[in-house]
């Protein structure tokens, strides 16, 4: 199998070990990096801890998944390109920045190995892809959330969250701009825009609706191909209520896709 290094071990790390072992494939994880402090727990479970990116390098993996978060990848990614392994990224909503971006697209092309972007916490990634082929026209992501999950954000500012009475978009904008102002949406608004129009001509909307008690994801997209609109609502991980179970498995997805005889 590949051999796979992670950054990171908190909730969506352990979710990528865990199914790495209940399918009997423990030797593919060579290094875990995290804080001093975390290595002894981890070496006492039979885990692979390092402390440093040089000792996560020296085990010599083919892919090392970003699984810690935006400042994680603008620390360690360009070095792990540069090293010669791919870089599997979750914390997309980062590459909205665009001096990262260039950083690391310029590490992935000086050394030629690639930057691996996980689906995330939404669906219909590949079916935008594959009409940006033949022409897309029109891309808008939607977050629609209950008005407490906009708390603790800009739309406090704008709203009386606690006595909405109708859902209200308080936010309509690029996905740059959205990543920006609101850094939670910043994941799934800079894959839809990577995946399609770029993040100047990805529209997003923002909405504070009392009907709902989850938080949805709602894509549009439009060309010559067709038109799409997905609707997708996340259940929490059990491991960290604040992250969609569903970003953990879709790095777990990417990573046995590696060595899957068929992949999808």
């Not at 406090?156 to 990543?179: C, H, S, T």
């Not at 609101?182 to 909405?207: D, H, I, M, S």
């Amino acid at each position: 199998m590949k051999r796979i290094a992670l950054i990171g071990y908190g909730s969506i790390g352990r979710s990528v070990v865990t199914a790495f072992r209940e399918a009997g494939h423990d030797e593919a994880i060579v290094a875990i990096l995290v804080r001093p402090q975390q290595i002894q727990a981890l070496l006492d479970k039979g885990l692979p801890a390092v402390g440093s990116l040089d000792e996560l390098l020296a085990r010599q993996a083919d892919v090392v998944a970003e699984v810690a978060g935006q400042e994680a990848l603008a620390a360690y990614g360009p070095a792990v390109l540069e090293a010669g392994c791919d870089l599997l990224v979750i914390s997309i909503g980062a590459l909205g920045d665009p001096v990262l971006h260039e950083r690391l697209t310029g590490a992935a092309l000086k050394s030629g190995h690639r930057i691996l972007l996980c689906s995330g916490a939404i669906g219909g990634t590949d079916a935008i892809a594959a009409m940006k082929v033949s022409g897309l026209e029109r891309v808008t992501y939607r977050s629609r959330k209950p008005p407490s999950a906009w708390k603790a954000t800009p739309a406090e500012r704008i709203l009386d969250l606690d006595n909405l009475a109708e859902p209200v978009v308080f936010y309509r904008g690029n996905a740059r701009d959205a990543a920006v102002t609101y850094p939670k949406n910043a994941n799934v608004a800079a894959t839809v825009a990577l995946v399609g129009l770029g993040f100047e001509r990805t529209a997003v909307e923002l909405v504070a609706d009392p009907t709902v008690s989850g938080n949805l994801h709602e894509i549009e997209a439009e060309g010559r191909s067709g038109r799409i609109s997905i609707q997708l609502e996340g259940r929490p991980s059990p491991e960290n209520p604040k992250t969609s179970m569903l970003t953990a498995l879709s790095v777990v997805r990417e990573l046995m896709n590696l060595d899957a005889t068929v992949a999808i």
